[in-house]
Each structure stands twice: as structure tokens, then as C-alpha cells.
């Protein structure tokens, strides 16, 4: 029995910085045909579904990963870094002519640019993966996999509720650009529901600095999920939780330079979930989420 598996992308992250990548107003300024030298390089294992397998890994849950692996030379990395981790990835297909890979341009301020490839894929699931052993979980968190059909996603959470397991869903603002009413059966079968302070605003469809997170912003825009526990992170203004009318806050841990913001949303996730699983309390977990994003703020990789 797992107590998590996590579904989503699992990457190659290539990491770049020097001073010859100058940046200004907010943008790398790069010229056509020019060539840079990086004063720093790093490799590491990415992508949403792998970050927090990783996170709740460290903190102590027995965590399996499934996603798509390519076969293909960076093959033998992940899957020495999830043994390394002990992920378990036997629900993984690896896939032929896949890649996964980012290529994160960092300034010195910790600020980034991501170059990102990824062979499209518009299934949840491999025809001949048998998803065996994908009910031996106490959770399931679904990341963000936009390219992947609503209604395979929904259909998949909702057999996940008659198995009494507990779902956590990660959007990302290509489907928080959706309707409500387009999203509405997915949301139905989600227990914890966690995005952004942008990805927020486009889901109810109002300007991100009207909305007011010290309010009860789920009762304001969208009343149908205030049975659902809804996590709000907004950066340095910390992180928010909804849970049947009750607002809870956890401010952001201080931070004297931010390295690379690579990660960090997803780190307070699985910190966030790992708490939530082992206690029950919102508060705790808010707290144990934040405590590791700035872990991860302040070192290159996301995790």
C-alpha cells in the first residue's frame, strides 16, 4: 500500500547562469546567432509528477511515480534518481521517441527562463499498462497534464472516489482558462484542489490583483467547491487554505536571495500533502509546505 502516487511529467532539467546571460527588465537579452558561456551547470530530474514524489518521498511517505519515460539516453538517469529517492515506478511507460527536457536559463536574482520540449502525449495511460496496483494508494495527486483530455481525467478521478481514495489535483492555467461548467465533473471528483494566486484568477475569471485571499474568496467566486479543501499559494505573500468557511493563512518563510525559483510550487505541494496525510491539520501543513519551498528557493533544481 502506497500512501501516494504521484501522476504527472517527469523531465531532464539542464540549468544555466553566468554573467555573459545578461538580463534586464525582466528578460534575457540575447542576441541572434550570438554564443554564451555558462559560468554554472546543472542536471537534474524535473516535471511536476517527479517533484513531488520526490518532496513526499522526503518526508517520509512511501511514494510510487507514474508518467512517461523516454528511451532514450537520459533514461538511466531518472530512473536512477527515482531509485535513489525509492520511488517506486513500475506504473511508468517507458516510451520510445519521448523526451521530456527543459533547458532553465537562471539570472542572478534567481529569476528563469524555461526552454521546454516535450514529445505531445494525449493519454493518461499506455493501452497495455494494466494499472495494476493503482488502487493500493491512501492518495492520488494528478498534476497538471493539459494535453490530456478533461473527460479522461474526470472519468479517472471519479473511479478513484468509488475506491475511496483521496484525490489531489494540481490545474495549470491552460485549463483554468477554461468555463466552470467545462470543468465542472473533473472539480466534482476532486478532494484537495491546489493552484496559484494567477492560476486562481483565471479559473474565476477575474483580474489577479482584485482578488483578496484574506477573504473567503471560494464562498465569493465559486461557492460550488466550498466543500472541497482549495489551496491558494501567492508567493511572498504566503499561502491560503478554504476549508467549509474557514480561511487559514501561513506567510511566506523569510529569505535573504532567491538562487532559482524552479520548483517551489510544486516542493510546498508535496510538503503540503505529506503533512495533510500524516495529520489531518491544515494549518501544520501550510506551515511544513512553506518551510520547503524555501528550501528549494534557495538552491539550483527543483528538488
Known amino acids: 500500500m502506497f500512501d501516494l502516487i504521484s501522476i504527472g511529467g517527469i523531465s531532464i532539467d539542464l540549468y544555466f547562469k553566468g554573467n555573459s546571460l545578461t538580463y534586464s527588465d525582466d528578460r534575457f537579452q540575447l542576441a541572434i546567432g550570438g554564443k554564451y558561456l555558462a559560468d554554472h551547470f546543472y542536471a537534474g530530474v524535473g516535471g511536476g509528477g517527479t517533484n513531488i514524489a520526490i518532496?513526499?518521498?522526503?518526508?517520509?511517505?512511501?511514494?510510487?511515480?507514474?508518467?512517461?519515460?523516454?528511451?532514450?539516453?537520459?533514461?538511466?538517469?531518472?530512473?536512477?534518481?527515482?531509485?535513489?529517492?525509492?520511488?517506486?515506478?513500475?506504473?511508468?511507460?517507458?516510451?520510445n521517441d519521448y523526451f521530456n527536457v527543459s533547458a532553465i536559463l537562471l539570472s542572478a536574482g534567481g529569476e528563469r527562463s524555461v526552454i521546454h520540449y516535450m514529445t505531445p502525449h494525449q493519454h493518461l495511460f499506455n493501452e497495455i499498462n494494466e494499472l495494476k496496483g493503482i488502487t493500493k494508494t491512501k492518495m492520488v495527486f494528478l498534476g497538471n497534464l493539459p494535453d490530456v483530455p478533461l473527460e479522461e481525467r474526470s472519468q479517472f478521478l471519479h473511479f478513484l472516489n468509488k475506491k475511496g481514495i483521496t484525490t489531489i489535483v494540481n490545474l495549470g492555467v491552460k485549463d483554468c482558462r477554461r468555463s466552470v461548467e467545462q470543468l465542472k465533473r473533473l472539480l466534482q471528483c476532486v478532494d484537495i484542489l491546489i493552484l496559484n494566486g494567477h492560476e486562481f484568477a483565471e479559473m474565476v475569471k477575474a483580474p489577479y490583483k482584485d482578488i483578496h485571499f484574506r477573504s473567503n474568496v471560494i464562498d465569493w467566486y465559486i461557492p460550488q467547491?466550498?466543500?472541497?479543501?482549495?489551496?491558494?499559494?501567492?508567493?511572498?505573500?504566503?499561502?491560503?487554505?478554504?476549508?467549509?468557511?474557514?480561511?487559514?493563512?501561513?506567510?511566506?518563510?523569510?529569505?535573504?536571495?532567491?538562487?532559482?525559483?524552479?520548483?517551489?510550487?510544486?516542493?510546498?505541494?508535496?510538503?503540503?500533502?505529506?503533512?495533510?496525510?500524516?495529520?489531518?491539520?491544515?494549518?501544520?501543513?501550510?506551515?511544513?509546505?512553506?518551510?520547503?519551498?524555501?528550501?528549494?528557493?534557495?538552491?539550483?533544481?527543483?528538488?
Open 55 to 95: 518532496g513526499a518521498a522526503k518526508h517520509g511517505l512511501k511514494v510510487a511515480l507514474m508518467g512517461k519515460i523516454g528511451n532514450n539516453i537520459f533514461k538511466k538517469t531518472i530512473l536512477d534518481t527515482l531509485s535513489k529517492h525509492n520511488i517506486f515506478h513500475s506504473l511508468c511507460d517507458i516510451e
Open 225 to 303: 467547491l466550498s466543500d472541497k479543501l482549495v489551496v491558494a499559494t501567492d508567493g511572498a505573500n504566503g499561502s491560503y487554505s478554504y476549508y467549509k468557511d474557514e480561511i487559514y493563512h501561513q506567510s511566506a518563510e523569510p529569505l535573504e536571495k532567491i538562487i532559482d525559483s524552479t520548483g517551489a510550487g510544486d516542493g510546498f505541494t508535496a510538503a503540503f500533502i505529506s503533512q495533510y496525510q500524516k495529520t489531518g491539520d491544515i494549518l501544520s501543513s501550510l506551515k511544513i509546505g512553506s518551510v520547503y519551498a524555501a528550501k528549494i528557493l534557495c538552491k539550483v533544481g527543483a528538488n
